[in-house]
């Protein structure tokens, strides 16, 4: 081949190689950009969100506040929070809209996230799963010196003459054994100091709950028609609101107990040589309704007590009991030693009233 023509060919060659890499080179250059660009509009879109989770959050904890988020630098951009009282679908709300910005004059990204929030009232009425100082779901037997009296007490502990409940309502069995005593006051508001045997008339034993009993803490309290749809008391005790606890392990407490305190044990967990020491209402549950408090030995707790299977109540319970298993793999026996139930509206309804107030 002549020098010349071979020389065009390989400048015909290096100018297709040139072409080819800078065709490549774009190619990736575009790609990195598009990468780049997906990443910023994720990111940006997230920072929005998160901005209208704050405030939500803030909300719940202050119903009043309304302040919002002024050039709040959050996770590598900018947010602005504005909050505003409306009304959405007949229904009081405040509205929430969060903008987000990030990047600079070549890379600016923008996104607003836009919510409604409606705090719901929680109704302040007396829990209608409540029936006596003790409603299980099972046969219970007492034994030992167990104490279950639903006269009406204080929290202090004094007694209050006319106002109180049954001992015991279940949906089981009734056996009464060894020391134990039952009191309680009837429907016609006559008082019983506790006995053995108790007096008929202040428990119920082999009851029909009607529309079927609960088998969740929030359906006990009444449900969404008293204002807890399923996952309100949780999510109360993740918040952490008015000093609530969510734990999947006891050891994790801390003490007093106050507000919500939501036990959520594995299935078949055991929470054994429990302190239950606080006020509140206290949670020990499972999506299997098998998770078990047992050898409850030390601390006084005032409220509402729940839980899935209750075994060996050996210390004091001001309020009410509620066990929710209808077949409790670890026993009926709720008390075997010196441990006492006292029936107490007014803890019950400090309960209640403190996770309205949350």
């Known amino acids: 081949m002549p020098g010349k023509a071979l020389i065009i060919l390989l400048a015909g060659i290096l100018s297709i190689a040139g072409i080819t890499y800078m065709n490549i080179f774009d190619s990736g250059r575009k790609m990195n950009q598009s990468t780049s660009d997906s990443y910023s509009n994720m990111q940006v879109k997230n920072i929005a969100e998160a901005g ?9 904890k202050d119903t009043a506040w309304r302040t919002g988020y002024q050039n709040l630098k959050l996770f590598g951009g900018t947010i602005n929070v504005r909050l505003k009282d409306t009304i959405f679908d007949t229904t009081s709300v405040v509205k929430v809209v969060s903008i987000a910005t990030m990047g600079g004059t070549d890379d600016f990204k923008s996104w607003t996230a836009t919510c409604y929030f409606n705090r719901f009232k929680r109704l302040t009425i007396f829990p209608p799963s409540i029936k006596g100082a003790a409603t299980t779901n099972s046969t219970i037997t007492t034994l030992g010196d167990m104490n279950v009296d639903g006269r009406d007490h204080t929290i202090s502990g004094a007694l209050l003459s006319g106002t109180g409940s049954l001992g015991i309502w279940t949906t089981g069995g009734l ?3 060894g020391s134990s005593t039952i009191g309680g006051t009837n429907s016609g508001g006559t008082d019983y100091a506790p006995s053995k045997p108790a007096n008929a008339s202040i428990v119920s034993y082999n009851q029909s709950y009607p529309g079927g009993y609960p088998n969740s803490p929030d359906s006990l309290l009444g449900g969404p028609a008293n204002g807890y749809p399923e996952g309100t008391l949780k999510s ?8 609530s606890q969510y734990v999947t392990n006891p050891v994790n407490l801390t003490y007093p107990l106050r507000g919500v305190t939501y036990v959520e044990l594995p299935s078949g967990g055991k929470w054994s040589s429990a302190n239950i020491d606080g006020t509140g209402i206290l949670v020990i549950h499972n999506s299997s309704v098998n998770a078990t408090i047992t050898n409850i030995n030390s ?13 060996r109540i050996h210390t004091n319970i001001i309020g009410a ?3 929710i298993s209808h077949d409790p793999a ?3 026996c709720i008390g075997n030693g010196t441990g006492s139930i006292l029936f107490s509206r007014q803890a019950i309804m400090n309960a ?7």
């Open 52 to 60: 209208a989770q704050m405030a939500v959050r803030q909300m719940i």
């Open 321 to 323: 009991l509620i066990a």
């Open 330 to 332: 670890s026993g009926d």
């Open 299 to 311: 601390g006084v707790f005032a409220g509402i007590f729940m839980a899935d299977e209750v075994v």
């Open 236 to 243: 109360i005790a993740i918040a952490g609101l008015g000093g």
């Open 352 to 358: 209640v009233n403190l996770v309205n107030l949350t």
């Open 175 to 177: 056996y009464q054994s």
